[in-house]
């Protein structure tokens, strides 16, 4: 079982939906979750960071985390096409605090 | 405030040489983790480096290997590359290591080797 597991999609949604990126982990221990976007050709850009049960908002960006179920997910209201990109979920396990275990990432479409 | 630095931005090497590459943190950022990223393992720790000392390392030979200065600037050391080692070398900053601090990663190094 993979430490941390994402969908790798494409996930294709029209412009001003609502896109649900989905993320699961095996170490039930772990406390911090990081959202990256990174856009073809690019480096991984922070998006957002959760370390409580429950919602975290920022902008058009939810953070969503359940520690109970292993589960952390993205959501992204009012998609635009500028949103298109590839979305890793990173966890801090809790053998070593210091580094960040990323998934494979899910590909993002918003079309027009 | 500047982002985080990487130099060189592309290099192309054959296999046997070694390689060196630079990360200049975030103004005030004291710890640098190196990544490396490829199209078939994703994103993969390689070391952390804070107070000019390795704290932890990630599952690779001791080909690949890292220092940082006392000024926080970081570099990795690759040595006899093999085709494998072709991928893109991501430095992220963060404040200190731990639990809660967040990363920000710089452009990346993108190493062909041939």
């Known amino acids: 079982q993979k430490e941390v597991e994402q969908n790798s999609g494409p996930l294709s949604v029209p412009e001003g939906a609502i896109a649900s990126l989905n993320c699961t982990y095996s170490d039930r221990g772990s406390q911090s979750f990081f959202w990256y976007r990174q856009y073809s050709g690019k480096s991984p850009e922070l998006i957002m960071s959760?370390?409580?049960?429950g919602d975290k908002e920022d902008g058009r960006f939810t953070a969503q985390l359940n520690k109970a179920s292993q589960y952390v997910s993205l959501l992204i209201r009012d998609s635009q096409p500028s949103d298109s990109a590839t979305y890793l979920c990173a966890v801090t396990p809790p053998y070593n605090t210091d580094k960040l275990i990323f998934g494979t990432g899910t590909r993002l479409q918003v079309f027009p | 405030k500047a982002g985080v630095t990487q130099t060189p931005r592309y290099l192309i090497k054959t296999r046997g040489q070694q390689v060196t590459l630079s990360c200049s943190p975030i103004?005030?950022?004291?710890?640098v983790s190196w990544y490396q990223q490829t199209p078939g393992q994703g994103l993969q720790f390689l070391f952390e480096?804070?107070?000019?000392?390795?704290?932890n390392k990630g599952n690779f030979p001791g080909r690949f290997s890292g220092r940082q200065f006392s000024n926080s600037r970081s570099e990795m050391n690759v040595s006899t590359l093999e085709l494998g080692d072709s991928a893109l070398y991501l430095c992220a900053s963060s404040l200190a290591p731990g639990l809660y601090n967040e990363q920000f990663f710089g452009p990346g190094t993108r190493l062909t080797v041939l």
């Open positions: 480096y804070f107070s000019e000392t390795q704290r």
């Open positions: 103004s005030g950022h004291r710890s």
């Open positions: 959760i370390y409580s049960n």
